[in-house]
């Protein structure tokens, strides 16, 4: 029997007889990193720092995640190395364990502001920013409502530019929101958190995976 090998196909030659089968595909590559720096390694919480809002639960490291314990009311991790202040991404997976309010209140600097995506707050189904012009989540044009499961992971993923800031949940865009000429800060709860930190209110939560990268000015 004798193979011919014609493109991607292979000729199989036997006693006058032609049978032909498609070569096995090549292994595909895995995604690039695209310029994406680990945040947190999965064994340490190194540049984070227990936030001390005052009443905060236990936050330690299980199974390759920071798990962030009951707070009286907040319970958080800031990070204290360089961050940038526009035109970059920040990414992490986030779940809820127990309890019944946002499970990730995610702060970032804007410029020379502050903001916070919250997910899962007001009762556990509000998404939206904090603050825009002194309205918060809950109150804003960025408000919206979804439902969340407990022990589930989201992939959260946030984007600043200079005019605007977007978010997703999953593969879903949950923010588009231009802020050109808005004042933005956060709530005063989570102020400590700035310039980048992640919170949850009276609820039991883990984190992954936290990344961040930056961004070429023109990117869309």
């Not at 310029?35 to 199974?63: H, P, S």
């Not at 978010?167 to 933005?184: P, T, Y």
Request: proline share 4%; hydrophobic share 40%.
């Amino acid at each position: 029997m004798n193979r011919l090998p014609i493109g991607g196909l292979i000729l199989l030659v036997s006693l006058g007889a032609v049978t032909t089968c498609r070569a096995p595909a090549a292994e595909p590559k895995p995604p690039a990193a695209e310029g994406w720096r680990t945040l947190f390694d999965g064994k340490a919480l190194q540049d984070w720092k227990i936030t001390n809002f005052g009443g905060e639960g236990e936050v330690e490291v299980e199974d390759g995640s920071i798990v962030m314990g009951f707070g009286s009311s907040l319970t958080g991790i800031s990070y204290k190395g360089d961050v940038p202040t526009t035109n970059y991404e920040v990414s992490l997976e986030a779940q809820r364990l127990d309890g019944h309010d946002f499970f990730c209140a995610l702060t970032f600097p804007v410029d020379k502001s502050h903001c916070s995506l919250i997910v899962g707050g007001w009762a556990g189904a509000v998404v939206g920013l904090s603050s825009i012009d002194g309205r918060d989540a809950s109150q804003n044009e960025t408000t919206r409502y979804m439902s969340f499961r407990n022990n589930q992971w989201y992939r959260i993923r946030v984007r600043v530019e200079r005019e605007r800031i977007q978010a997703w949940i999953d593969d879903e865009r949950v923010v588009d929101q231009n802020i050109k000429g808005r004042s933005l800060d956060t709530r005063v709860e989570v102020e400590l958190s700035k310039p980048l930190g992640i919170a949850a209110w009276e609820t039991r939560a883990a984190l992954r995976n936290i990344r961040i990268r930056e961004l070429q000015a023109a990117s869309r």
